[in-house]
């Protein structure tokens, strides 16, 4: 099993930055990929972005590409989001994710418990 933690959600002004921090604990020599998702009031969660553990390869979803930057410190075990250029419709409560299965398509096993992100306009 793995455990998740995240945290650095807060409430942020339009254009404003945020980090979120995803500490892993357990089995994390099992973690092939960790991500994060989000949801928004109302809406259905989505995939926000991806990274190999191991070697690092990101993924994003369009909207926020040029803008999120995703990272891990692999001795740490732990994921970064950082968040530029935020935008009202960033809202949302953000998710930790990991797997130990490749393909950025996958289901992911682990899920934290979320933190939430507020933009102001």
């Known amino acids: 099993q793995v455990q998740l933690v995240e945290s650095g959600g807060g409430l942020v002004q339009a254009g404003g930055s945020l980090r979120l921090s995803c500490a892993a604990s357990?089995?994390?020599?099992?973690?092939?990929?960790m991500g994060w998702f989000r949801q928004a009031p109302g809406k259905e969660r989505e995939f926000v972005a991806a990274?190999?553990?191991?070697?690092?390869?990101?993924y994003y979803t369009d909207s926020v590409k040029g803008r999120f930057t995703i990272s891990r410190d692999y001795y740490k075990n732990t994921g970064y989001l950082q968040m530029n250029s935020l935008e009202p419709e960033d809202t949302a409560v953000y998710y930790c994710?990991?797997?130990?299965?490749?393909?950025?398509?996958?289901?992911?096993?682990?899920w934290g418990q979320g933190t939430q992100v507020t933009v102001s306009s």
């Open positions: 994710v990991a797997s130990p299965v490749a393909g950025v398509q996958a289901p992911y096993d682990y």
């Open positions: 357990g089995r994390t020599s099992s973690i092939y990929r």
């Open positions: 990274i190999t553990w191991s070697l690092g390869r990101t």
